[in-house]
């Protein structure tokens, strides 16, 4: 009797699993299989038009199937797929929510990475514009526009109806997204002038109870107060917190460009300086969702092989992720004095396909006196894809869901994990002001 092979997997009843990315690979920039691969996915999302109401991408996609000659994919011109994955800002949540078909299903779909892939070889063919490869240089901009004697004329400039006007000429950043203002006291030079070494390091079960902070690009230089609620929060909770010595930005601002050559020069500096505290006994925090999905996710799909991506995802944590395993090891301070009322939370889409769910509604909620309200749809901002002019009004329209819900909500705050994406619902809801969740939680300690 022959052994038979193991029938392929009709269903995808179990957890989504995700593949190395194989850009290292001659195949991976083959543009013809690539293009094959386009047609098989773009067909099997046709029949099914499951993610509809997720990003642009989809209707973009059926739309032209809808209006092409035959009403198939077959009679969708090239062009065409190049828009569908312009309008892909890779959130993953088709991937992580709705798609059926992600592997282990034999259909072996992952709509992201395929049209990362897409991206990738468009960049590596064509380079890409003068406003885009800005808007992914954060690193730089940051460092420019943060020079003490530049900062207030670039901030100045940049809330300026006339600045707008330039920018969106130039750069072709729309003239009413919202842009951060910048910093020439980092949330990095803020931290370099405090100390936490006094504090007796409590290990729990689940955490080693001393962390070191990824600031990320945003926090550094534009939102620098949203880094030092952290550290405040995490301190009053005998959490000792360090800076690491050197830091860059994540590479999810490259990532989404498609220089996946940007993403590797960024890891080469991060991973061994991240790894090298983990290593001495520190858990890491990164306060912006992208970027702890970029160390947990992306950079070990890049490098599947590389000890040390491992050793940092292993390590990488979200802040209210922290706090929650605190708590399950009773080690958490929940001693509130100041009561939060109504919040209205916009759960981010690279929180929500970190798996780990609603812990900063969890860990809010404890404050008495206190209701929050989740709010689960994307805010249309995905890092550059709201400010560029030519995808503006699609990204407010995908925010439109999620600003009827906060003007309704009838709520004391509104607060979104993710800065930017609460500035983009922000700006769509006349009289709400966007918060982050650590310093409402800050403000719950009475600190």
Request: charged share 25%.
């Amino acid at each position: 009797m022959t052994d038979r092979p193991a029938p392929p997997r009709e269903g995808s009843v179990d957890a989504p699993i995700r593949h190395p990315i194989g850009w290292k690979e001659v195949a991976y920039w083959d543009q013809d299989a690539l293009f094959t691969e386009m047609e098989r996915v773009f067909d099997i999302c046709h029949g099914c038009r499951r993610c509809f109401s997720l990003c642009n991408a989809f209707p973009t996609l059926f739309d032209a199937i809808d209006e092409s000659e035959t009403m198939e994919l077959d009679s969708v011109p090239k062009k065409v797929y190049w828009d569908v994955v312009d309008h892909c800002y890779l959130c993953d949540m088709c991937y992580m929510s709705k798609c059926p078909y992600v592997p282990p299903h034999q259909f072996n779909i992952d709509f992201p990475h395929l049209m990362l892939q897409a991206k990738a070889q468009r960049f590596r063919e064509q380079g890409a514009s003068r406003r885009d490869r800005l808007l992914a240089s954060t690193d730089r901009c940051g460092s420019l526009a943060g020079i003490p004697v530049v900062v207030k004329a670039v901030n100045a400039f940049n809330r300026s109806t006339t600045g707008r006007a330039v920018l969106e000429k130039t750069l072709g950043v729309h003239r009413d997204a919202p842009i951060p203002q910048y910093h020439a006291d980092t949330a990095r030079k803020r931290l370099q002038r405090r100390t936490s070494s006094d504090i007796e390091v409590c290990a729990g079960e689940r955490t080693r109870g001393q962390v070191v902070v990824f600031t990320t690009c945003y926090g550094n230089r534009n939102l620098p107060s949203m880094v030092e609620d952290l550290v405040t929060v995490f301190e009053h909770n005998s959490i000792p917190v360090a800076l690491a010595a050197k830091e860059r930005c994540c590479g999810m601002p490259k990532l989404e460009l498609g220089d996946l050559e940007g993403v590797e020069r960024a890891m080469r500096v991060n991973v061994p300086e991240l790894a090298r505290w983990v290593d001495e006994g520190w858990d890491i925090v990164a306060p912006v969702p992208s970027c702890a999905l970029m160390f947990k996710q992306e950079l070990p799909l890049m490098f599947p092989n590389d000890p040390q991506v491992a050793k940092v995802r292993d390590a990488m944590f979200d802040p209210f992720e922290y706090l929650d395993l605190r708590r399950r090891d009773g080690l958490l301070n929940t001693e509130f004095p100041m009561a939060l009322g109504t919040v209205a939370y916009h759960v981010p889409c690279h929180l929500r396909v970190q798996n780990i769910g609603l812990k900063t509604r969890d860990v809010l909620a404890l404050v008495p006196d206190s209701e929050v309200k989740p709010i689960e749809r994307c805010s249309g901002h995905d890092g550059t894809y709201a400010v560029k002019k030519e995808f503006y009004d699609v990204a407010k329209k995908i925010a439109r869901p999620v600003v009827r819900q906060v003007t309704t909500a009838d709520a004391d705050h509104f607060a979104s994990d993710c800065p930017m994406a609460g500035e983009q619902i922000a700006n769509g809801a006349d009289g709400v002001t966007a918060q982050h969740p650590l310093t409402l939680l800050r403000r719950a300690y009475g600190l």
